[in-house]
């Protein structure tokens, strides 16, 4: 569960990441906000698990993840996960759903 929680956030912090990153190569965008508005829009954008500095700071939020869980931990664990989702045997669930759900 301690994975899953730090998974989460995880799937936050490159989301984050990816948010900075577009707007850094948008000059458009970068020459009309203030980093002060990028900074309230990322919280207009569900970013919901992210503390202010980690949001401030997601390459640091990043390693944090990996200082707790190792590269070679978590591809066992999301392995695992993959596994549990094949093997599911749930009447009247469709097996498409839930590979179409941890894909997402």
Not at 11 to 40: A, F, G, N, P
Not at 68 to 92: H, I, N, Q, T
Request: charged share 30%; hydrophobic share 40%; proline share 2%.
């Amino acid at each position: 569960m301690e994975f899953c929680e730090g998974l989460n956030k995880l799937v936050e912090i490159t989301y984050t990441m990816q948010r900075k990153m577009e707007w850094e190569d948008e000059e458009r965008v970068r020459r009309q906000l203030s980093d002060e508005l990028k900074h309230e829009l990322l919280l207009e954008e569900q970013i919901l698990l992210l503390s202010e500095e980690e949001i401030a700071n997601p390459s640091g939020a990043l390693q944090a993840f990996f200082s707790v869980f190792s590269v070679p931990y978590a591809l066992r664990e999301l392995w695992d996960m993959l596994g549990s989702v094949v093997a599911c045997k749930l009447e009247g669930l469709d097996k498409t759903d839930l590979l179409l759900e941890y894909e997402c």
